[in-house]
């Protein structure tokens, strides 16, 4: 899954969702004195992707897309963020707009004391919209531009997540039912590994 699946799937602090969200580009470790919450996210972080990893729809996923491809995994983690927005209703007590300004305002707030390096990524995510600017298919065929962009002139020579445009634009129905079968599932783990005490209260 990526940015806003992990955001959502979090408990009802700020510092947990941060951390659920900066595991990836902190490389899985929270800087030295970031608080229980916020470790607490990390960790959950790793136990969704162990589930998303080993998850039979999941690799459905993967195969619409070919026999072959590097970066199969991460298009189907944006991809599977672009169906939450899409399928946000069914899955949200809150209204998507609530949910992401809620964020938005008490991130702001707590960056304040973090370090450079996550200060710097929240902001960034904050001041793109990176959260909701995959909604339609053309935000999502942005991301990937931007994404390819960002790729070394090695993994460029083996892959790139533009070129899965076309079969996503053919295949994003059958993608949308293996979201809906998988999702439920990967909220009930959620729910599953972890103690709740703060609650999840956008959860349905």
């Not at 189907?76 to 672009?82: A, L």
């Not at 300004?101 to 960034?124: E, K, L, M, T």
Request: hydrophobic share 40%.
């Amino acid at each position: 899954m990526n940015w806003l699946a992990h955001v959502f799937l979090s408990e009802n602090s700020i510092d947990y969702q941060l951390g659920n969200l900066l595991a990836d580009p902190l490389k899985g470790k929270p800087w030295a004195g970031a608080s229980a919450s916020t470790q607490a996210g990390f960790a959950m972080h790793k136990i969704i992707d162990a589930y998303t990893d080993s998850h039979a729809t999941v690799s459905q996923s993967k195969a619409r897309l070919g026999k072959k491809g590097y970066l199969k995994g991460v298009v189907i983690d944006i991809v599977y963020d672009h169906l939450l927005l899409k399928h946000w209703q069914r899955y949200s007590a809150l209204e998507l707009d609530r949910f992401i300004s809620d964020f938005h305002g008490n991130a702001s707030a707590a960056i304040a004391d973090y370090p450079a390096a996550p200060r710097a990524f929240v902001n960034g995510i904050i001041c793109s919209h990176s959260l909701t600017r995959y909604g339609t298919f053309e935000g999502l065929a942005s991301v990937f531009q931007r994404f390819d962009q960002r790729l070394s002139p090695r993994i460029l020579a083996k892959d790139t997540t533009t070129r899965y445009l076309p079969v996503l634009h053919q295949e994003m129905d059958a993608l949308g039912a293996d979201f809906n079968d998988y999702f439920p599932q990967l909220v009930a783990h959620f729910k599953g590994h972890t103690a709740g005490a703060l609650g999840h209260p956008w959860l349905k």
